[in-house]
């Protein structure tokens, strides 16, 4: 502590306390008439010379002794005076007893952030640290203080661990001189003392309290007010809050999605805030890319596949970067039992996962292994909330400068998903301040989807963000005309598939008045092309909606799976797989959905059987003209 | 302008004209019995201190002086005499009436590629930013002048972006010192300075006739002398030239080809050409690595996937390196209708397209959105000048120097392709002083399409080198061994999936005498191995002419797709798919080919109709026994 | 030589002999009472002055002067004095006869492993060009002694190859200062000399002798007495000598290897082993990832499309790194004849390959081409002894430090692999020591089994580390409880696809009263997801075994292969094959196996008549109660 600090709120020093400075003091933590420890280094005729630390020393005159002392004996001293030459004389003070405090060096502590400003010259920080990286030179400790985090270099031997006894999350004090490196500013250590007890807890408590505070998301106004969604918004702040000290930590993110027009809508401004202010936060301008990542899901859950290898990556990382562990964040996606697998596998590492989605929740399977969970049926809502109308405010929470750039884009996310939700018309108007009409939101729409189809399983990051207009370079004209040429490439080529299937289509009358279509999207469609079976079967379910009216029932099928749509009818599908499990022996059907979408998948050998079966269960289905698979989302 | 310039060509100044000195013009740019404009900055007993600009200053002495002068007076001084201390001394000029001329520091230009023999000493550079890349210390602007380009780095705060009113392609003058940085010559500058107006427009006007000169391609006589080949000179001419002034503009050159013999023997003496021009021309060794990329299509034409992954890179690269985006060189491929969807996503931005293809083209669909477009069928010519053919001259155009490489690559090209062109003989000729017999022209062809094979999507650039003997190590006999090993296993992996196909061939006799082949290719067949259904359908095709002797077709058929050949047989393979089209409801036929060859899809569901319908119209067609698939390429 | 390596081992030196200094000798290289060659380089009043070598020079002082000489004129001399000032003085010896012996400047070898204590200072370097990299300033020669490999900076101009003559594997000798760049030691050399005659062969030898000693395996115990084993002792030295070569002549290694349990036993050990002893040999901490990657086959057998993926990454490191090729060690894979094209194509580069495999080897055909090839078969013994308890004893003679982390390594390699070899109870006993019992043995096999599958062709490091407890942070509990985690998702998937597919499979006695069971893994279980149809085929058939009790046969069909599974039945499989390859007309039968576990393809069309002429086969086979194929590896 420094006298400042043992002094105590209230200026008042105790009579009783003499100051006893740490080897380390200068001439700069000595005040004036405040009684310190000496240590006498030296006799002569006219006084004695004490020390008070390695550089504080200096004569106290016999004129100004009260006793007679030998070298190595201690007595209390006071400043007398600095000469101009920078000696300093002490004189010795009248007291008997006393307590003696230690004082500190008082530090002059540097901040991270403003190191450029000092290059070459002595700092002191002192922060916690994040991350140990072997070079072939010297060892980098990644110091984080309030302001920053700054590699602190020391150099034992050549490519040698220097400070074995340093570990990630330690508190240090380090000082060392601030220079500019090919890339970055990096600090060139003289010494790293690992700090105990008190000095640590006082920089943890410090680094703690400017986390927190930094951390605390921004209060921004939703960009409509929406009473439904106002019981999500503390749930989102709570997540905004954790991705922003995740951040600050320097911790890395990886988002995983659903890859498609709400998944892109709620990734993409989430990418954006976090970019930003990783830029903010991190003197590394590549620290954004250390530090963040973001990739479309392979299935409409978290394979096994994509965990593994996201966990075997983020493994890799910390080896060779001595990164920490990433935070995981599933948009549009991640809240069912399916995604369970890849869950327990990620819980035997320190990986926290946090879940915005709004497909139908299972939160007994997820939640135990969830830090946050934020999704509208735990709030008695739906789908109607799309994970893009989510993520705006949760990208505004986390960077609201943002805000202008966004405004068209739950608009765009919940047309993507045929959202009916109350705030739709108030979004659409957002939109259209912005220049949208309604079928250029359904361009964005299209176009989304069909450029999330070629470039299959990567982010595309500048490509979508010019086909959504977020974070683009701001060229109108491009993004008005990418959207143009791409949601018509997407419409020729649904149509191309419609005129090889609808000819194919089956129709049934069901018992409860439905119509039943029926394609067998593998052997009556092209494969492996746009539109995939999914969309196929969507497109062919708008098509004869448009022709029949409800209730209709689409079902697109190849050799072991189905899709499911339907309009008017009340589809209980996940009961439906249930039964169909349990009564077809051999049939392997699992699957997943809600009202009036689904798919299903089972053994090819047994897809007569399942697809019967299927169908005299759709023919029981209640009626209900209100449910229209156009209000909700695959 | 200097004061060489001001004078004019001939040397005679204008006796009306006095120079005025910029503020950086040194004692350098002060020539004797030049009139130059002064301005009082003291005045002392013995005379008058003038300033000519900020370092060039001096005494007029009483007896040089003509009027009186307060400081902060302008008049007109030639130079008196220069003392050994350096001091300056100049005189009054009588003189009433002039015109003031504007003299700049006459900079003593550096050129970018003889920095390192200056290292350490200021140098001028006057160029144009082509990269603007920020490090987490400097800002680098990478400058381009007719010699080449060098990174300029300006220091303001780590990581923060210096000059930020500094653009790509502005004009600019750089000051600074020439520093040895881990990997190359980088400027240290002082200053950086945007030029507008007249020195902006010299710039310009210098670096573009530069590049004008260095661009133009080099006048190479053609291999081989061939009156049709003449006749696409030009074309490629213009393409050699675009390509050069690319390299030379520092923008990147993508190229995608078909993924064939002929493909091959297209793009590698490109790919070489430009590698070596790239090294000529950029200091940086690893700059052919950044600038150029070579990748195999995935399909016959341009496909979505690929070009919006190119298109992904190419964005990324522009944000993470400040790259311009590239030019899109198609080679063997790219001429087709079915290549647009791809080149009209690449249009919104600043993506060049240029084509060099020998399939037959739809220049309706794709010269709008071309920048160059080489075939032979738009000069009357057709196929028999292979891709490989053209690029040989096009590389030599390029970089002359690797002639004595190539001789034999238009064999191969050509064999590979089955060209009957009129110079084959030339080019076989020309491939046998180098030692090529026609079996080892064919082998290195299987050789290729074998190794074409098993590296799927990538380049394979130093294996495919070697294969085909261009830009190797010039190790003659591992080529010829390399070759021997693959076109044997090659042969012998065609010669296993003969024996199980052969037998399940069905035959049939049409009404116009051919002889009609049939087989599965999918079914009776191996499947996902070496070769696949296109080459075991020829071969499948090749060994019936054999056997039969024309008019032979062949139809190697899958679920939902067939490949044709035909010997003796005029396939009108367009106007079929058109017809097939539309009779065949529901049934999705696309495709295309020309006379002999081609390929058509289907939806599975409808292949018996498809393809029945398809041997109808085979029976309708006309024999022509001049016309062989052995002449035609796919 | 030196002098003192003139002077042979005993210290003696022949009278008749006078040392010649090379040019480059400097004092320090002159001894007192050493007879040297001078050359007179000036005549004064009082002496003459002698030339010993450039910076050796000094008077003989008339008084020590025997004859008269003039400028160029040689004679005979030894030191007098040295002064304080450092002038030398000679006196002429007597001496009439003798023969001349160059002495070389007695360089003070540094060693490459402790420059970084010399920082600065001028040392000499003699070694072996091991890699040469042109930086876009300096050229890079990597050179290498016998204690380390150190970069070497030349700079002729920036980019520029400096000494082109000097080539890798030349012997040299290096003068410069070694300093600290970025991420290492360098030496910025003043001077290169390529050594030739005597000197670069005892270089070489130098070399050579402490490569040879420093590559010797170490000899360890194995974990287990094993007669069996014993055989193959010697072979495994052999391999391990080879492998510590490698790394110390800075040759890089691919690890190719079966994906599945005992492929990771086997090859994880292995990679740790040549990590660590890379860490230890190389300065550069990044070497291990230079040098060294493990990938997993994607075939049982090294195919094609690896083949030339691997070729042409070795070819583009050694273009970009000038890296060696490297050496391609294959483990618990490639003795068979299908690995034979890879290899073919391989052996025309630089590229020795070593297989260590267990599987029914083919020795005829893979010999020719390897380098060693370890194998049970060659010793008459068999699979039982599994790939993963070969290697474990490989990576102790490679690396003996971590036998520790080894000891249960080989139980799950046996019981992965259901070896039945008499050390397996030895074996299990040592896992149980570490805490493992039967039950946790199976476990963490089938977690590997698990985790391969969705890691694709991922080498999946630091995932499979944790799975197997090798080299992994040493965190018990998380290895347990991720064990735990993946082996019951494992179970829980394998249940599953039993539950689908059990009711499909058909049942049949032979006549040789084997239970017969087939299943079509395409048609009646779920595709595409784990287990895959080997697997399935493996679950279903220990199911069946387990119902109806041996002897039982069970076949895995799909479309164009099957898996074939024997308990108490003895299939000559290859005999099998080749009969219904002979039998089938068109029917493309392919495959391998040995008594008891096979594969077989075929060409779609033919499957009815391939599988019933298989069964026919089957039918006729003998009947052996021992067999199981509980004790034999795919």
Redesign the interface.
Known sequence: MTIDEANGADGERSPSVVYDLDADCTPDDVEEGVPYLGTVNGVVDYGVFVDLSESVSGLVHESNLRGEYDVGDEFVVELDQVRDNGDIAFEEVDIDEYDVEPVDHDYDLGDVDS??EILGETVHIEGQVVQIK????PTLFHVRDETGVVPCAI?E???VRARPGVDVDDYVRVTGEPE??????QIEADSLTVLDGEDAAAVEDRLDAAIEERAAPRDVEPLVEWPAFEKLRGDLESVARLLRRTVLEGRPIRIRHHADGDGMCASVPVELALERFIDEVH????AK?HLFKRLPSKAPFY???D???D??FA??DR??HGQKLPLLLMLDNGSTEEDT?AY??L???DIPIVVVDHHHPDPEAVDPLLTEHVNPYLHDEDYRITTGMMCVELARMIYPDMTDELRHVPAVAGISDRSEAEAMEEYVDLAREEGYDEQSLKDVGEALDY?AH???Y?S????IN?VLDVGADGDEE?HR??VD??AE?SRRDIE??L??????VEHDRLDNGAHLYRV?V??????FT?PAPGNTTGAVHDRKVEETGDPVITIGYGP?FAVLRSDGVRLDIPTMVTELDEEI????VSGGGHLVVGSI?Y????REEVLDSLIEKMAEADIDEELGSTSSPI
């Open positions: 190191l450029t072997q070079t072939g030179g150099f031997e050549a490519g500019r490196r090919e890339d970055a500013v003197e590394d301008p590549d890319r394979e096994m596949e965990a593994t290898r966990l075997n493994l890799e080896e060779r697998p327990e596998t819980r035997h590492y450029a070629w470039l299959r990567n595309g990051r500048h490509l010019d491009r005309e990418l040429t791409l490439k191309e598939q005129d090889a299937a609808m000819p194919h067998d593998e052997n009556d469609a092209h494969r746009y072991d022996v051999g049939g392997g998948k053994v090819q050998g047994r």
